[in-house]
Nanobody, 127 residues
Framework: HVQLVESGGGSVQAGGSLRLSCAAS????????MGWFRQVPGQEREGVAR?????????????KSADSVKDRFTISRDGPTNTVYLLMHMLKPEDTAMYYC????????????????WGQGTQVTVS
């Protein structure tokens, strides 16, 4: 079982910044992949960014952002607190959505269907 809790959402003006946090519970069988996704009602869930822990151990990881948010959003991780962040800059109205944190132990992609565990989401509204 993996528990994910998102926070940091809110309302911001276009051009502003916001940092989302995803607190992940520790588990004997911890996931090696964490991702951020977003969804607007009536639309498909979209992959925003993902983070893959390296098999070598430690806190090393590989990060990737979707083309739609490239150069604006950055995913990162704080090992000691087991928290994954999504730092968002230059926010646009089109970024408005419910943002979800997700985890999986196998594949590490930007495809929602590949993820097993999901948080409840945090709303981001850009005006």
């Amino acid at each position: 079982h993996v528990q994910l809790v998102e926070s940091g959402g809110g309302s911001v003006q276009a051009g502003g910044s916001l940092r989302l946090s995803c607190a992940a519970s520790r588990s004997t069988y911890s996931s090696n992949c964490m991702g951020w996704f977003r969804q607007v009602p009536g639309q498909e869930r979209e992959g925003v960014a993902r983070l893959k822990l390296q098999p070598a151990g430690g806190n090393q990881y590989l990060a990737k952002s979707a083309d739609s948010v490239k150069d604006r959003f950055t995913i990162s991780r704080d090992g000691p607190t087991n928290t994954v962040y999504l730092l968002m800059h230059m926010l646009k109205p089109e970024d408005t959505a419910m943002y979800y944190c997700a985890a999986v132990s196998s594949l590490c992609t930007l495809v929602p269907e590949d993820y097993q565990y999901w948080g409840q989401g945090t709303q981001v509204t850009v005006s």
